[in-house]
């Protein structure tokens, strides 16, 4: 989304909607004994993050961070400094909205998950088998090279390839070259950032409707072989459309009626409606040390009707709202006594998922397995967004936990690495009065 002329500076184009979290917190630790000695300590506890957002946001670097921690099915802790915006009165808290761009992943991994659970679809189900645009897929000879020097492709892109970013499928913000402006020109563009002219921040049209976008992206072709390589794309956006192939529902209706609703998620939405304006966070682009900003909550461009409901980047949500999805995660898909989805929807949506074909050798989740639309790493599963904002849970210890703050890039502030840095150390220093 960002032009070249940022490529040096603050916004760089891959960073955009990317937002890749680490998830190592909690790695270490076990369940069971540890998590009950961890809610005898209750939020005091939490030293390590209530400094992180002491040294952003009273320096005056962010205008606001709010965390939502929670063991178990506990209650969560809300930790939360600054206001809506710099020169607001109205302090963040909980309930503020945040625009979370790529942690709208795994909520669509999941809405998959569903469907893969009920017989619906299968993860090695072939993607034309549901969408038949997609039988017979090209592909770059070169890596982000001619659009004309095309071989076909090896094998079928399935499911498991759309949930985990395998599928050789690009990504606007991520290519380069003739394969990024036919992306741009044919309003390939999953995801939007702001009403206002602001130079470096041009685009092209999204393309309208989810079907449309589904079939335009067929045409395109692969920058991978499916199932060869970890690469970030339009997957979760093109599972959107998959969902309402299977589902027989609008993908945002699904997602409405068979997550938000039942795990009392309230203020989750695609467009924000004009009655929660108040709640809403202004996001900054930091440029060279200074704040602009470049969707003010007043304008922004959540208040108005997106082109598609983009299941890769699209969600505005709050601390309290995640928190509930991630505590339905982490109660295996139950939360105040309504199931959700399955346990063992849940149980496999957070397990590695990767084609045993794929590697992820020099890519950004190196290392790591790759979920249902989230990272999978030591018993942590969960991801970033572009605006800086972190989810997760970490099975073994029990834990959720949500950042939620409003700048970009996300990489022009270590916030995505300092706050699970910042879990680690307060997880590591309640481990002595554990064995006290």
């Known amino acids: 989304m960002a032009y070249r002329e940022f490529e040096s500076a603050a916004f760089s184009r891959r960073s955009l909607l990317r937002g890749g979290a680490m998830l190592g917190a909690g790695a270490a630790l076990s369940g069971g004994p540890f998590l009950s000695a961890a809610l005898a300590q209750g939020g005091a506890a939490w030293t390590h993050v209530r400094a992180l957002q002491d040294r952003y946001v009273a320096s005056g670097k962010l205008a606001n961070m709010v965390a939502a921690l929670g063991w178990g099915q506990q209650a969560p802790e809300y930790i939360a400094q600054g ?7 109205r302090e963040a808290d909980a309930d503020s909205l945040y625009r979370i761009y790529s942690m709208t992943k795994p909520i669509t991994g999941m809405a998959a998950m569903m469907l893969v659970d009920e017989g619906k679809m299968g993860l090695d189900q072939p993607l034309h088998e549901i969408l038949p645009a997609y039988r017979n897929m090209r592909v770059q000879k070169t890596y982000d090279g001619s659009l004309q020097d095309l071989v076909p492709a090896e094998r079928p892109i399935t499911i498991r390839m759309l949930l985990t970013h395998t599928a050789g499928l690009g990504y606007g913000i991520i290519q380069s070259g003739p394969i990024r402006r036919y992306y741009e020109q044919e309003g390939l563009i999953p ?5 206002l002219p602001i130079p470096g921040m041009g685009r092209g049209t999204a393309i309208k409707g989810l079907d449309n976008f589904a079939d335009a992206l067929a045409k395109a072709p692969l920058v991978l072989q499916p199932g060869t390589r970890w690469s970030y794309s339009v997957g979760l956006d093109l599972m959107g459309r998959v969902i309402e192939v299977v589902s027989g529902q609008r993908f945002d209706e699904f997602l409405q009626r068979r997550i938000f609703d039942p795990a009392g998620m309230t203020s989750t939405y695609f467009r924000v409606p004009q009655s929660e304006i108040p709640r809403l966070t202004t996001n900054y682009g930091l440029l060279g040390g200074t704040s602009i900003p470049i969707d003010p909550a007043r304008a922004s461009i959540y ?3 997106p082109s598609f409901p983009f299941g890769g980047a699209g969600l505005v949500s709050s601390a309290r709202d995640y928190d509930r999805f991630l505590r339905m995660l982490l109660g295996y898909g139950a939360i105040d006594g309504t199931r959700v989805m399955s346990e063992a929807a849940v149980r496999l949506g957070t397990s590695d998922l990767l084609p045993e074909t794929a590697t992820t050798k020099g890519t950004m989740v190196d290392g790591d397995g790759f979920g249902a639309g989230g990272r999978v790493s030591d018993g942590s599963y969960g991801w970033g967004g ?9 099975f073994p210890a029990g834990l959720r936990a949500t950042m939620m703050t409003q700048y970009m890039p996300s990489d022009a502030l270590p916030v995505q690495q300092a706050f699970p840095e910042a879990l680690q150390a307060d997880l590591a220093a309640m481990q002595p009065r554990q064995a006290a």
């Open 303 to 305: 208040l108005d009707a």
């Open 83 to 89: 206001n809506l915006a710099f020169g607001s009165e």
């Open 191 to 195: 995801g939007q950032v702001t009403r």
């Open 386 to 394: 572009a605006a800086g904002t972190v989810g997760l849970v970490n």
